[in-house]
């Protein structure tokens, strides 16, 4: 069966901190998505990775791929407090064309 | 910009009452996808579309609950009776199609259930 697993599943810290949220999985998979939730709202794709050391990067986050590690990093610089969200990975099943979802992981950037 | 439209925003209604919500998926997106989302969890994959096709319902509940896409393009989930652990958020998705190379999936802005 197919895992996705993200940790931390919760995560306060300060603004201009930097971290990072980690997802990995237990099957090969050289595609993988991450995703953005604001409370009450729907999702919102953040980024596509495509391939082993695929690297992609929007303002203060940048996402990368190992497939060989079955590991995914989300990376957030100096964080400010509009990046507070559930971010979410998903891992492409290319069996079904389906995302196999992570529980995701809740961020709160304190002022 | 194209988006996923869904209808109503929220709705509220009574156990052993029908609901339905409707989807309308990006233009030329093939592959439609209902979730059901519970606060704080990830989304759940109740059933998946290609064109008019269900690939797969396998987590829906059929006894109470249907998914029909009659002409290939917009859909609705209707549930009948409604249960209290039906409240939930319920999102519609769209890809471009089976086989494409990247499964990118848009969301539409869901519907929020509360079952009294």
């Known amino acids: 069966e197919l895992k996705v697993e993200q940790n931390p599943l919760f995560l306060s810290m300060q603004e201009e901190k930097n971290y990072t949220i980690y997802c990995n999985y237990s099957t090969t998979s050289d595609r993988l998505y991450w995703y953005r939730q604001d409370p009450g709202k729907s999702l919102e794709s953040l980024f596509v990775?495509?391939?082993n050391g695929a690297v992609k990067q929007e303002g203060r986050l940048m996402a990368s791929l190992d497939t060989k590690a079955r590991l995914s990093t989300l990376h957030i610089t100096a964080a400010v407090h509009d990046l507070s969200a559930t971010y979410f990975c998903?891992?492409?099943?290319?069996?079904?064309?389906?995302?196999?979802w992570g529980a995701g992981t809740k961020l709160i950037i304190k002022p | 910009e194209a988006e996923v439209a869904q209808s109503p925003r929220y709705k509220i209604t009574e156990k052993s009452q029908a609901v339905a919500f409707w989807c309308d998926p990006i233009s030329g997106h093939a592959t439609l996808y209902w979730y059901r989302q519970i606060l704080g969890q990830g989304p759940e994959l109740l059933v998946q579309f290609q064109d008019e096709s269900v690939v797969d319902d396998s987590q829906l509940p059929k006894d109470r609950f249907s998914a029909e896409r009659l002409k290939g393009v917009d859909s609705t989930l209707k549930i009948q009776p409604a249960e209290l652990g039906d409240s939930a958020m319920y999102l519609c998705?769209?890809?471009?199609?089976?086989?494409?190379?990247?499964?990118?999936?848009?969301f539409g802005p869901g519907t929020r259930l509360t079952v009294l």
């Open positions: 998903a891992v492409d099943m290319d069996s079904n064309y389906q995302l196999i």
């Open positions: 998705a769209s890809s471009l199609r089976r086989g494409a190379a990247v499964n990118e999936q848009f």
């Open positions: 990775l495509l391939s």
